[in-house]
């Protein structure tokens, strides 16, 4: 089982960039998603989450209306559009997917995640 994320990159404070996580070997397609990032030095948090439907989400308080998760499910793939960056959005983004149990609606909880993609890195510089 595998996620892999992609996308990342270095972009301009008021930029924009697009996260993809594909998975593969499973599906996860009535799963819950989430995105979370760690920036070094810190403890690794929550940015986003998106039901197994792709109908509610969630967000951090520092990105609600800058970001946008989204789902396909019939691609197995999960994406994060990241709109209007500021230097405090850089991190290492990780995906996850939460399969405690089909048909959620998504969690901020960390510890709820079991497989986790490698990480794509982000730098947004002033």
């Known amino acids: 089982v595998q996620l892999v994320e992609s996308g990342g990159g270095s972009v301009q404070a008021g930029g924009s960039l697009g996260l993809s996580c594909a998975a593969s070997?499973?599906?996860?397609?009535?799963?819950?998603m989430g995105w979370f990032r760690q920036a070094p030095g810190e403890q690794r948090e929550f940015v986003a989450s998106?039901?197994?439907?792709?109908?509610?989400?969630s967000y951090a308080a520092s990105v609600e209306g800058r970001f946008t998760i989204s789902r396909d499910r019939a691609q197995n793939t999960v994406y994060l559009q990241m709109n209007s960056l500021k230097p405090e959005d850089t991190a290492v983004y990780y995906c996850?997917?939460?399969?405690?149990?089909?048909?959620?609606?998504?969690?901020?909880?960390?510890?709820?995640?079991?497989?986790w993609g490698q990480g794509t890195q982000v730098t947004v510089s002033s």
């Open positions: 070997g499973r599906d996860f397609s009535n799963y819950a």
């Open positions: 996850a997917a939460d399969i405690t149990r089909p048909f959620t609606s998504g969690t901020r909880d960390i510890g709820a995640y079991e497989y």
């Open positions: 998106i039901s197994w439907s792709g109908g509610p989400t």
